[in-house]
Protein backbone atom coordinates (compact mmCIF):
# COMPACT_ATOMS: atom_id res chain seq x y z
CA UNK A 1 0.00 0.00 0.00
CA UNK A 2 1.27 3.54 -1.27
CA UNK A 3 2.26 5.88 1.83
CA UNK A 4 4.51 8.37 0.42
CA UNK A 5 3.17 10.71 -2.06
CA UNK A 6 5.52 13.17 -3.36
CA UNK A 7 4.98 16.41 -5.49
CA UNK A 8 5.90 16.97 -8.12
CA UNK A 9 5.93 14.15 -9.97
CA UNK A 10 8.46 15.55 -12.49
CA UNK A 11 11.10 19.12 -11.79
CA UNK A 12 12.43 20.49 -14.41
CA UNK A 13 15.30 23.14 -13.67
CA UNK A 14 18.81 24.96 -14.73
CA UNK A 15 22.29 23.83 -13.23
CA UNK A 16 22.72 25.84 -10.45
CA UNK A 17 18.84 26.33 -9.24
CA UNK A 18 17.84 24.91 -6.22
CA UNK A 19 15.04 21.78 -6.36
CA UNK A 20 12.85 21.08 -3.70
CA UNK A 21 10.69 18.00 -3.31
CA UNK A 22 7.66 17.07 -0.73
CA UNK A 23 6.78 14.05 0.64
CA UNK A 24 3.29 13.32 2.33
CA UNK A 25 2.74 10.51 4.39
CA UNK A 26 -0.46 8.69 6.02
CA UNK A 27 0.60 7.11 9.38
CA UNK A 28 3.12 7.46 12.34
CA UNK A 29 6.64 6.82 11.03
CA UNK A 30 9.46 5.90 13.13
CA UNK A 31 11.73 7.24 10.70
CA UNK A 32 11.89 8.49 6.71
CA UNK A 33 14.68 8.47 4.30
CA UNK A 34 15.24 9.35 0.94
CA UNK A 35 16.80 7.72 -1.35
CA UNK A 36 17.92 8.54 -5.35
CA UNK A 37 17.39 6.33 -8.11
CA UNK A 38 19.28 7.15 -11.73
CA UNK A 39 17.63 5.81 -14.56
CA UNK A 40 18.38 1.96 -14.77
CA UNK A 41 20.38 1.81 -12.06
CA UNK A 42 19.64 0.63 -8.15
CA UNK A 43 18.60 2.93 -5.03
CA UNK A 44 21.22 5.29 -3.15
CA UNK A 45 20.53 6.14 -0.14
CA UNK A 46 20.98 9.94 0.43
CA UNK A 47 19.72 11.07 4.22
CA UNK A 48 17.63 9.21 6.97
CA UNK A 49 15.66 11.65 9.16
CA UNK A 50 14.34 10.42 12.41
CA UNK A 51 11.02 11.52 13.88
CA UNK A 52 11.73 13.25 16.83
CA UNK A 53 14.11 15.19 14.38
CA UNK A 54 13.05 18.53 12.57
CA UNK A 55 15.81 19.17 10.28
CA UNK A 56 19.06 17.78 8.83
CA UNK A 57 21.84 18.32 6.24
CA UNK A 58 24.07 16.14 4.08
CA UNK A 59 26.57 18.96 1.84
CA UNK A 60 24.30 20.16 -0.72
CA UNK A 61 21.21 18.27 0.88
CA UNK A 62 18.92 19.41 3.51
CA UNK A 63 15.51 17.32 4.66
CA UNK A 64 12.62 18.87 6.85
CA UNK A 65 10.40 16.88 8.30
CA UNK A 66 6.87 17.80 10.27
CA UNK A 67 5.35 15.46 12.18
CA UNK A 68 2.27 17.20 12.67
CA UNK A 69 2.10 17.94 9.21
CA UNK A 70 2.78 14.35 8.08
CA UNK A 71 5.35 15.97 5.83
CA UNK A 72 8.85 15.95 4.21
CA UNK A 73 10.93 18.23 2.17
CA UNK A 74 14.14 17.92 0.30
CA UNK A 75 16.04 20.90 -0.38
CA UNK A 76 19.02 19.89 -3.36
CA UNK A 77 21.08 23.42 -3.61
CA UNK A 78 23.30 24.87 -6.47
CA UNK A 79 21.70 21.65 -8.37
CA UNK A 80 23.96 20.32 -11.24
CA UNK A 81 22.97 17.73 -14.18
CA UNK A 82 24.54 14.96 -12.31
CA UNK A 83 21.36 15.29 -9.91
CA UNK A 84 19.25 14.16 -12.96
CA UNK A 85 17.36 10.97 -11.30
CA UNK A 86 14.28 9.81 -9.23
CA UNK A 87 14.15 10.74 -5.65
CA UNK A 88 11.77 8.94 -3.47
CA UNK A 89 10.96 9.48 -0.07
CA UNK A 90 10.50 6.26 1.81
CA UNK A 91 8.91 5.83 5.27
CA UNK A 92 9.74 2.95 8.26
CA UNK A 93 6.48 2.73 10.00
CA UNK A 94 6.04 2.89 13.77
CA UNK A 95 5.77 -0.53 14.91
CA UNK A 96 2.54 -0.81 17.66
CA UNK A 97 3.70 -2.49 20.16
CA UNK A 98 7.37 -0.67 20.64
CA UNK A 99 9.29 2.33 20.10
CA UNK A 100 11.27 0.62 16.58
CA UNK A 101 10.32 0.39 13.40
CA UNK A 102 8.55 -2.36 11.62
CA UNK A 103 11.43 -3.00 9.69
CA UNK A 104 10.04 -2.38 6.19
CA UNK A 105 10.42 0.54 3.92
CA UNK A 106 7.07 1.78 1.96
CA UNK A 107 8.13 4.53 -1.09
CA UNK A 108 6.44 7.30 -2.18
CA UNK A 109 5.61 7.27 -5.97
CA UNK A 110 9.13 9.57 -6.73
CA UNK A 111 9.79 12.93 -7.94
CA UNK A 112 12.02 12.96 -11.59
CA UNK A 113 14.01 15.73 -11.45
CA UNK A 114 15.72 16.71 -14.81
CA UNK A 115 18.72 19.88 -14.15
CA UNK A 116 19.29 20.92 -17.45
CA UNK A 117 23.40 22.30 -17.83
CA UNK B 1 29.98 0.54 -7.80
CA UNK B 2 27.59 -0.68 -5.26
CA UNK B 3 28.10 -2.66 -2.15
CA UNK B 4 25.23 -5.09 -3.53
CA UNK B 5 26.34 -7.46 -6.36
CA UNK B 6 22.78 -8.99 -8.26
CA UNK B 7 23.51 -11.40 -11.26
CA UNK B 8 22.60 -11.92 -13.88
CA UNK B 9 21.75 -7.94 -14.78
CA UNK B 10 19.63 -9.04 -17.68
CA UNK B 11 17.46 -12.43 -17.91
CA UNK B 12 14.96 -13.21 -19.96
CA UNK B 13 13.19 -16.32 -19.95
CA UNK B 14 9.72 -17.99 -21.25
CA UNK B 15 7.14 -18.91 -19.18
CA UNK B 16 7.97 -22.47 -18.67
CA UNK B 17 11.73 -21.63 -17.70
CA UNK B 18 13.11 -21.82 -14.42
CA UNK B 19 15.54 -19.43 -13.25
CA UNK B 20 17.28 -18.03 -10.45
CA UNK B 21 18.52 -14.13 -9.58
CA UNK B 22 21.12 -14.43 -7.48
CA UNK B 23 22.63 -11.06 -4.89
CA UNK B 24 25.19 -11.39 -2.47
CA UNK B 25 26.33 -8.28 -0.05
CA UNK B 26 30.02 -8.91 2.58
CA UNK B 27 29.12 -5.99 4.63
CA UNK B 28 27.60 -8.31 7.55
CA UNK B 29 24.68 -6.80 7.12
CA UNK B 30 21.88 -9.19 8.58
CA UNK B 31 18.72 -7.95 6.75
CA UNK B 32 18.53 -8.99 2.92
CA UNK B 33 15.50 -7.69 0.71
CA UNK B 34 13.91 -8.72 -2.61
CA UNK B 35 11.76 -5.58 -4.78
CA UNK B 36 10.00 -5.67 -7.35
CA UNK B 37 9.68 -2.28 -9.91
CA UNK B 38 8.18 -1.90 -13.13
CA UNK B 39 8.77 1.32 -15.21
CA UNK B 40 8.06 4.56 -13.30
CA UNK B 41 6.78 3.19 -9.93
CA UNK B 42 8.29 2.78 -7.03
CA UNK B 43 9.73 -0.33 -5.68
CA UNK B 44 7.45 -2.61 -4.25
CA UNK B 45 8.54 -5.30 -1.17
CA UNK B 46 8.14 -8.62 -1.82
CA UNK B 47 10.16 -10.54 0.94
CA UNK B 48 12.09 -9.54 4.02
CA UNK B 49 14.85 -12.07 5.50
CA UNK B 50 16.56 -11.27 8.87
CA UNK B 51 19.38 -13.23 10.13
CA UNK B 52 18.34 -15.57 7.60
CA UNK B 53 14.89 -15.98 8.69
CA UNK B 54 12.44 -15.22 6.21
CA UNK B 55 10.00 -12.47 8.01
CA UNK B 56 8.14 -11.10 5.89
CA UNK B 57 6.50 -12.25 2.77
CA UNK B 58 4.02 -9.49 1.53
CA UNK B 59 1.79 -12.09 -0.32
CA UNK B 60 3.98 -12.72 -3.26
CA UNK B 61 2.65 -15.46 -5.88
CA UNK B 62 4.19 -19.05 -4.85
CA UNK B 63 5.69 -19.05 -8.51
CA UNK B 64 8.44 -16.68 -6.71
CA UNK B 65 10.41 -18.39 -4.23
CA UNK B 66 12.95 -16.31 -1.71
CA UNK B 67 16.20 -18.29 -0.48
CA UNK B 68 18.59 -17.50 2.42
CA UNK B 69 21.65 -19.85 2.13
CA UNK B 70 24.14 -18.01 4.19
CA UNK B 71 24.05 -14.33 5.80
CA UNK B 72 25.59 -13.00 2.63
CA UNK B 73 23.78 -15.21 -0.13
CA UNK B 74 20.31 -14.44 -0.75
CA UNK B 75 18.49 -16.03 -4.21
CA UNK B 76 15.20 -15.55 -5.68
CA UNK B 77 13.97 -18.49 -7.68
CA UNK B 78 11.52 -18.02 -10.51
CA UNK B 79 9.17 -20.27 -12.06
CA UNK B 80 6.12 -20.03 -14.12
CA UNK B 81 6.32 -16.67 -14.77
CA UNK B 82 3.81 -14.70 -16.42
CA UNK B 83 4.59 -11.85 -18.70
CA UNK B 84 3.49 -9.16 -16.00
CA UNK B 85 6.13 -10.65 -14.01
CA UNK B 86 8.76 -8.41 -15.95
CA UNK B 87 10.09 -5.73 -14.21
CA UNK B 88 13.28 -4.74 -12.55
CA UNK B 89 14.21 -6.94 -9.20
CA UNK B 90 16.32 -4.91 -6.89
CA UNK B 91 18.24 -6.63 -4.08
CA UNK B 92 18.90 -4.74 -1.26
CA UNK B 93 20.73 -4.84 2.50
CA UNK B 94 20.74 -3.18 5.64
CA UNK B 95 22.20 -3.63 8.93
CA UNK B 96 19.55 -5.06 10.96
CA UNK B 97 15.42 -5.21 11.33
CA UNK B 98 13.23 -4.33 13.60
CA UNK B 99 14.72 -2.13 16.74
CA UNK B 100 17.36 -1.91 14.22
CA UNK B 101 15.77 -0.71 11.42
CA UNK B 102 16.55 2.81 11.17
CA UNK B 103 19.30 2.38 8.93
CA UNK B 104 19.85 2.54 5.49
CA UNK B 105 19.15 0.13 3.21
CA UNK B 106 21.68 -0.71 0.35
CA UNK B 107 20.91 -1.87 -3.15
CA UNK B 108 22.30 -3.44 -5.73
CA UNK B 109 21.65 -2.53 -9.23
CA UNK B 110 18.82 -4.80 -10.42
CA UNK B 111 18.17 -7.45 -12.46
CA UNK B 112 15.93 -6.24 -15.46
CA UNK B 113 13.81 -9.68 -15.89
CA UNK B 114 11.34 -10.16 -19.42
CA UNK B 115 8.93 -12.63 -19.24
CA UNK B 116 8.15 -14.03 -23.15
Known sequence: SQQGEEDPQALSIQEGENATMNCSYKTSINNLQWYRQNSGRGLVHLILIRSNEREKHSGRLRVTLDTSKKSSSLLITASRAADTASYFCATALQAPNYGGSQGNLIFGKGTKLSVKP | ?116
Not at chain 2, 56 to 74: A, D, G, K, Q, T
Request: hydrophobic share 30%.
Open chain 2, 1 to 116: DTEVTQTPKHLVMGMTNKKSLKCEQHMGHRAMYWYKQKAKKPPELMFVYSYEKLSINESVPSRFSPECPNSSLLNLHLHALQPEDSALYLCASSRGQGLLADQPQHFGDGTRLSIL
